[in-house]
């Protein structure tokens, strides 16, 4: 009864975790180690202990949702954290949801109500289509960094209009056009996989949560380092909005191959940006419009070839993240010369 009461305070999924654990074989991982063991023995335990906390977390915020689905759908939901006392305690306290879920904003699949879950449980993202465009990847790095949530999923819907939209096709209007391209990609693929036509918009509509997935893996490396170090698990799900039931998908089938792609696509975007910029820097361009003088007419023995080269290193290892490369102004060739009077009086420089 204690812990029930107490994950009515402090989040029904931090109960259930507790649950799991006092059961759980983990303590074994904080005992003594035994006599003879090596020096380093209870370090090799601690990676493992972590390992496996962090997926009953996982696990136990997945199972929230599911069990809270189950409610909705049998008609026995339990509304919990809906009073006035919840309400004040995450006023007071702040928000400490247990899942970050992208979701498509069609009015017929609330994401709170379907799966019966309340004040400050879950991070909803919704967007037409449930699409990963930069400022919704930005709002999922916020939901999986700064508020930890161990859980991203990723959920479509049966009947989605951007997906039939995206399928039918037909003349847009306003901002449509660009919300729709980010569906086509997975529209593509499911007429190839589709049996029959009439399954091309079901199967658009879970291949869209695939698509969507790549997308946020390929556009964050916030996300793809949550992913690695086993603090975030991404499942893609699909809601019948008839049912209401969720059809889970599991996480992405080919998930490593994704983060290993996405690496290499960051760090060649991040080089290309930097010599891009290299290039157009306005002062090497005047110093090749000139014969390599700045702008007092002196030499600049930093235009020559060989002193040139010197700064490739500087910039390869300016890289790596991506998100330390920033652009630099350029920085006067002889700072030294440009406070210099224009005639210098005699006597000695102090």
């Not at 919704?136 to 790095?141: D, F, G, H, S, Y």
């Not at 390599?292 to 700064?311: E, I, L, V």
Request: glycine fraction near 8%; include cysteine.
């Amino acid at each position: 009864m204690k812990t029930v009461c107490k994950a009515q305070w402090t989040g029904a999924w931090l109960g259930s975790l507790l649950l799991i654990t006092s059961h759980s074989p983990l303590r074994a991982d904080h005992a003594t180690p035994p006599a003879g063991s090596p020096p380093d023995s209870a370090a090799v335990h601690a990676p493992k202990a972590v390992d496996q906390i962090q997926a009953l977390i996982r696990e136990a915020s997945l199972a929230l949702l599911k069990e809270g689905n189950g409610r909705f759908v049998a008609g026995q939901p339990r509304h919990p954290n809906q009073d006035a006392s919840r309400r004040s305690l995450t006023v007071s306290e702040g928000q400490k949801p247990f899942a970050t879920i992208l979701a498509c904003s069609d009015s017929r699949s609330p994401v709170e109500t379907l799966f019966d879950r309340g004040v400050g449980e879950l991070f909803v993202v919704r967007v037409a289509g449930n699409v990963a465009d930069e400022t919704q990847v930005a709002t999922i790095e916020y939901g999986v960094e700064h508020l930890g949530t161990p859980l991203l999923v990723v959920l479509g819907h049966s009947g989605c209009g951007a997906v039939s939209a995206a399928c039918k096709g037909g003349e847009l209007h306003g901002h449509l056009p660009a919300l729709i391209s980010r569906i086509q990609p997975a529209v593509a693929k499911a007429r190839a996989a589709a049996a029959t036509p009439d399954r091309v918009i079901p199967t658009a509509i879970q291949a869209n949560v695939w698509q969507q997935i790549e997308e946020i893996y390929f556009q964050s490396s916030i996300v793809r380092e949550k992913v690695r170090e086993g603090a975030l698990q991404i499942v893609g799900g699909v809601y019948d909005l008839e049912k209401g039931t969720v059809n889970w998908l599991g996480a992405h089938p080919n998930q490593e191959a994704l983060l290993s792609q996405a690496d290499a696509a960051e760090r060649e975007s991040a080089l290309s940006a930097a010599l891009k910029a290299r290039a157009e820097s306005p002062a090497r361009s005047a110093g090749g419009a000139d014969g390599g003088t700045d702008a007092h007419g002196h030499g600049d023995a930093s235009q020559t070839p060989a002193q040139g080269t010197q700064h490739e290193p500087d910039l390869l290892r300016s890289l790596l993240p991506i998100r330390e490369v920033k652009a630099r102004s350029p920085q006067p060739e002889h700072p030294a010369e440009e406070h210099q009077p224009e005639h210098p009086s005699p006597g000695p420089h102090h």
